[in-house]
């Protein structure tokens, strides 16, 4: 009775909840049992977010508990080392080399933490640069859509379900752009183009 | 029909629509919102949000009373407001099935308290079901409504954020339709005077008792032996959690918790050398087994936040997974007002006021954080009002005592407070963040915004004449954008004696479609004096000069920023590049 789990950490309002929803999506069409889980309410005004799909043969608890999740897809660095607990030691990182500041640091509180991304890194990190693929795909916006790029490289399910589900999730013109933006993402991990 | 992902707020909607329900109605509050977001689009529905939960209990008792089956949908802080109706709701009964939706918040993800609703039906004796995924949701939702009409009692089925907000595969039914029960005259089951009151008392023990008797045959408690070791009693999401960490453990999953079935539980307890329970929050289900005299495992496990597969492993003697070393010092990411949030122009003034500001329960309520710190009370829906008040009738003096509540808070209960402040004579000072939306719950529709449930348009209610109605003095409206016209309009109004209704109107920045260009900051002309640093707008940083700096992508082009800097370094610039349009 395995059961896989996925992590995907950010801010806010960069598009988790809706990425782990096309995930959770694809995991169903793919035969399995999911549960999906994802915080609503006051969390969602600019703090972190964390969004975990687990797929298996019978899956049980919808929470992840540190050390246990197999892949965590971070949208962002600071969330990637706040979520790094959940991550399994031999498990599989991808972060977005991007930072948003929280307020304590907006407001000169708190400093800004210092390499982050060597510290990243020799967690076995891979990066990619969301943005700046999801513009090159046509969309900005579609960042979230590179990041599940990059978790289809990681995970069992078919290139075909992906882009139905996609095309199903988003809206009619920007089915393309959103398509390009997965390749995109999936590519760079399959290229190794993301590599430290 | 196949099986689908449905959150368990989706899935009590199906199950609803499925029992035959013909009104759902409800106030907004995470984690139980999204119940009548998802009823509103079936068919043969009536879905209302109410000004309050008390009197979506009362509406949703009306329909009862009126022959139709009906649900009402709050989240646990609500059922104290909505206590009132219930507790006697339990006396008088239902003709068509009663169904309260109430959604805990164990870990208060959005919650000012944790509360765990089945104290409140046990005190209320009324009947209680506890789903431990969607599936259940949608089943036992079902079940309330026969079990609410056979044993004529309102009953609650208790989710938890979970258990609302998890999703999880789901097969859904066909609609019952349910024809309207005729109305009858029946005083002595609906007029509550102390009379038939008494006579409702003891008919409701024995209704308790038929209860108590189902609680041992319905199949939503079951007992799954697996090794005789061990056997936990669980309820709810913790189920998942003793199914997923202690796989060999004999199980009693109980979803029908008040009353409990005390035979059920004996019988289970003889079959297994020990016995635990997991639940969470409580105690309820450990200090049930306490009166019936069954030794219990000390678990360790707090009735404060949540529990996980982990907790629980632990809890038996397992130990936790490996995990990896913290790689830095990392910064909290507290929530926080948007860019361009209005609320923000409002407790700038107050700030600079020195104000002592009771506040209330929304979005605004992070303008106690810093850099505004401009909030020194939150304690439940409309408090604001009542607690300026007293916070004058203390004496108060350090400051302005001023009353701060949202739009639709202050239609929830902020409205009573106005009426004693203006019955008390003392005067005083409230201010009405009008954002014309119930924004932190997700933007619902509110008496005030002439939105309905469904996102249709309704009457709006004028704040302004309802505010002198309610015999304030002097009652202005100011743009919360206009920094120094809403501070001097403050001003002007806590130096008086009397009673001053202030009402700071704009949209929540995330309901203008068409946000105005954006400003950046011009290098040269800026000081690094921080002034708009201290507003707390997302979109404003400091670089590594300490001098400001704009994020043109997050800035929706308020101008708020640009009326503090005092040395015309914040500037327009053209849009910014956005192509648009991801999932």
């Known amino acids: 009775m395995s059961v896989t789990t996925v992590v995907l950490a950010g801010v806010g309002g960069q598009g988790t909840i809706l990425a782990g929803d096309v995930l959770a999506k694809v995991a169903v069409a793919e035969g399995y049992d999911v549960k999906l889980s994802e915080v609503h309410g006051m969390a969602q005004r600019g703090g972190s977010v964390d969004t975990v799909v687990r797929f298996g043969d019978d899956v049980r608890s919808p929470v992840v508990d540190p050390g246990v999740a197999e892949h965590l897809i971070a949208f962002e660095m600071i969330e990637?080392?706040?979520?790094l607990r959940f991550l399994r030691p031999d498990g599989r990182l991808v972060v977005n080399r991007r930072t948003v500041a929280p307020l304590p640091v907006l407001i000169g509180d708190l400093p800004m933490p210092e390499d982050l991304e060597p510290a990243l890194s020799a967690e076995g990190?891979?990066?990619?640069?969301?943005?700046?693929?999801?513009?090159?795909?046509?969309?900005?916006?579609?960042?979230?859509v590179v990041l599940l790029g990059t978790a289809a490289y990681g995970l069992p399910f078919a290139r075909e379900t992906w882009c139905r589900v996609i095309?199903?999730?988003?809206?009619?013109?920007?089915?393309?752009?959103?398509?390009?933006?997965?390749?995109?993402?999936?590519?760079?991990?399959?290229?190794?183009?993301?590599?430290a | 029909m196949a099986r689908a992902l449905m959150s368990g707020n989706e899935a009590v909607a199906r199950g609803a629509w499925e029992a035959g329900v013909a009104v759902g109605v409800g106030y907004p509050g995470t984690p139980s919102t999204e119940v009548l977001e998802n009823l509103v689009r079936y068919d043969g529905v009536r879905c209302e949000w109410a000004p309050n939960e008390k009197v979506a209990a009362e509406v949703a008792g009306g329909v009862s009373f009126g022959g139709r089956r009906a649900l009402v949908t709050m989240k646990h802080v609500g059922l104290n407001v909505a206590a009132d109706p219930l507790f006697t709701q339990a006396y008088t009964g239902v003709t068509g099935g009663l169904v309260y939706l109430v959604a805990d918040d164990p870990g208060m993800h959005s919650s000012q308290n944790e509360q765990?609703?089945?104290?409140?039906?046990?005190?209320?004796?009324?009947?209680?079901?506890?789903?431990?995924?969607?599936?259940?949701?949608l089943e036992f939702v079902r079940k309330a409504f026969d079990v609410s009409e056979r044993f004529d009692v309102p009953v609650i089925v208790r989710m938890t954020t979970r258990v609302s907000h998890s999703k999880s595969l789901t097969k859904a039914g066909e609609r019952t339709e349910i024809e309207r029960i005729p109305y009858e005259k029946r005083p002595q089951k609906y007029v509550m005077m102390p009379g038939m009151a008494r006579v409702r008392r003891v008919d409701l023990d024995s209704r308790l008792a038929a209860l108590a008797e189902y609680a041992g045959t319905t199949d939503a408690n079951r007992i799954e032996m697996r090794d005789v070791a061990l056997g936990i009693i669980t309820s709810g999401v913790a189920y998942q959690y003793v199914r997923e960490s202690m796989p060999d453990a004999s199980v009693l999953k109980l979803g029908f918790t008040n009353p409990l079935p005390d035979d059920l539980i004996l019988d289970f307890c003889s079959k297994v050398s020990r016995v635990a329970v997991v639940e969470e929050l409580g105690p309820y289900l450990s200090l049930r087994l306490r009166s019936l005299d069954i030794e219990q495992m000390d678990t360790g496990l707090s009735a404060i936040g949540e529990l996980s597969p982990v907790t629980v492993l632990r809890a038996f003697g397992g130990s936790a997974p490996e995990t990896r070393a913290q790689v830095a010092d990392l910064p909290p990411r507290p929530p926080l007002l948007c860019p361009g949030c209005p609320h923000r122009g409002v407790f700038h003034a107050l700030g600079k006021m020195r104000a002592v500001v009771t506040g209330d329960i929304g979005c605004y309520t992070l303008a106690a954080l810093a850099p505004l710190t401009a909030m020194d009370s939150c304690v439940c829906m409309g408090a604001s009002i009542g607690m300026a008040h007293g916070a004058a009738l203390a004496g108060t003096t350090e400051g302005p005592v001023v009353g701060v509540i949202g739009d639709s808070t202050f239609a929830h209960s902020g409205m009573t407070g106005l009426l004693?402040?203006?019955?008390?004579?003392?005067?005083?000072?409230?201010?009405?963040?009008?954002?014309?939306?119930?924004?932190?719950?997700?933007?619902?529709?509110?008496?005030?915004?002439?939105?309905?449930?469904?996102?249709?348009?309704?009457?709006?209610?004028?704040?302004?004449?309802?505010?002198?109605?309610?015999?304030?003095?002097?009652?202005?409206?100011?743009?919360?954008?206009?920094?120094?016209?809403?501070?001097?309009?403050?001003?002007?109004?806590?130096?008086?004696?009397?009673?001053?209704?202030?009402?700071?109107?704009?949209?929540?920045?995330?309901l203008v479609r068409e946000p105005k260009d954006p400003y950046a900051v011009d290098e040269e002309a800026c000081t690094k004096c921080g002034a708009c640093v201290r507003l707390g707008c997302p979109a404003i940083s400091r670089d590594e000069n300490s001098r400001a700096i704009i994020d043109t992508a997050l800035c929706v082009g308020c101008s708020q920023c640009v009326q503090v800097c005092?040395?015309?370094?914040?500037?327009?610039?053209?849009?910014?590049?956005?192509?648009g349009g991801g999932v």
């Open chain 2, 420 to 510: 004693h402040m203006a019955y008390s004579g003392k005067g005083g000072t409230v201010v009405v963040l009008d954002n014309r939306t119930t924004a932190m719950t997700g933007h619902q529709g509110n008496p005030v915004s002439g939105v309905a449930l469904g996102g249709g348009p309704a009457r709006a209610l004028d704040l302004e004449t309802l505010a002198k109605a309610m015999g304030a003095d002097s009652v202005r409206t100011v743009d919360p954008h206009d920094l120094s016209g809403t501070l001097e309009v403050l001003r002007q109004e806590v130096a008086e004696d009397h009673l001053s209704v202030v009402i700071a109107k704009a949209p929540c920045a995330l």
């Open chain 1, 167 to 195: 095309g199903e999730r988003v809206p009619p013109k920007t089915v393309e752009a959103n398509l390009r933006a997965f390749e995109l993402g999936s590519n760079a991990c399959a290229k190794g183009v993301c590599e």
């Open chain 2, 116 to 137: 765990d609703t089945r104290n409140l039906a046990a005190a209320a004796h009324v009947p209680v079901f506890e789903p431990a995924d969607s599936q259940e949701a």
């Open chain 1, 125 to 144: 990190a891979v990066f990619l640069d969301a943005e700046a693929l999801a513009c090159e795909a046509g969309s900005p916006k579609s960042a979230n």
């Open chain 1, 80 to 83: 990637a080392a706040r979520a």
């Open chain 2, 566 to 579: 005092r040395f015309d370094a914040i500037v327009r610039v053209g849009p910014s590049c956005d192509l």
